[in-house]
T-cell receptor
Framework: GDSVTQMEGPVTLSEEAFLTINCTYT??????LFWYVQYPGEGLQLLLK?????DKGSNKGFEATYRKETTSFHLEKGSVQVSDSAVYFC????????????FGKGTRLHILP | EAQVTQNPRYLITVTGKKLTVTCSQN?????MSWYRQDPGLGLRQIYY???????DKGDVPEGYKVSRKEKRNFPLILESPSPNQTSLYFC???????????FGSGTRLTVV
């Protein structure tokens, strides 16, 4: 079945460092891909999405490009801030009737001042 | 404000005492879902509903019930809670999968 694999954390970086969180997926057909962010004590928020190959999703300085040839959707940010500390989830949604979203296990990010 | 509202935020209960966690959305979304989040296991889907009176099992439905009598509400019912249902629960809704989900703030449940 469909699945999402993302790099295990925690990931610890200094402020202003470059961030990459890897995400690869297995799916039949052409899923939509998402990154969600969970700040401490809160629910998940949609960070960005891409619905077809080569689409780039972007928000709050974060970017991810839908790469069908490598089945990847890596999250990047050029200069992280302490406020980016959170758990990040990669997810996919198949184009089937139940609209089910499948999540990766999450990557905890710590940014040091 | 568009949102998904869960109540309560925190709940401590005893084994076997029936409880309900409410979920309500104000976005007229057809699709609603319940997840539980556990360390090392990520988010696992419990039940989902594609519309009123239509519900189906997710990956971990055992010990849970749901109902969808109205479009806006999707309560999660634990008829006889057990300690292994101690977890952080999230309700989510969506108009279609392509737009992503809107999540509630979560309910932290402890069963002793």
């Amino acid at each position: 079945g469909d699945s999402v694999t993302q790099m295990e954390g925690p990931v610890t970086l200094s402020e202003e460092a470059f961030l990459t969180i890897n995400c690869t997926y297995t799916a039949t057909g052409y899923p939509s891909l998402f990154w969600y962010v969970q700040y401490p004590g809160e629910g998940l928020q949609l960070l960005l999405k891409a619905t077809k190959a080569d689409d780039k999703g972007s928000n709050k300085g974060f970017e991810a490009t839908y790469r069908k040839e490598t089945t990847s959707f890596h999250l990047e940010k050029g200069s992280v801030q302490v406020s980016d500390s959170a758990v990040y989830f990669c997810a996919l949604s198949g184009r089937n009737r139940d609209d089910k979203i499948i999540f990766g296990k999450g990557t905890r990010l710590h940014i040091l001042p | 404000e568009a949102q998904v509202t869960q109540n309560p935020r925190y709940l401590i209960t005893v084994t076997g005492k029936k409880l309900t966690v409410t979920c309500s959305q104000n976005m007229n979304h057809e699709y609603m879902s319940w997840y539980r989040q556990d360390p090392g296991l990520g988010l696992r889907q419990i039940y989902y509903s594609m519309n009123v009176e239509v519900t189906d099992k997710g990956d971990v439905p055992e010990g849970y019930k749901v109902s969808r009598k109205e479009k806006r509400n999707f309560p999660l019912i634990l008829e006889s809670p057990s300690p292994n249902q101690t977890s952080l629960y999230f309700c989510a809704s969506s108009s279609t999968g392509d737009y992503g989900y809107t999540f509630g703030s979560g309910t932290r449940l402890t069963v002793v």
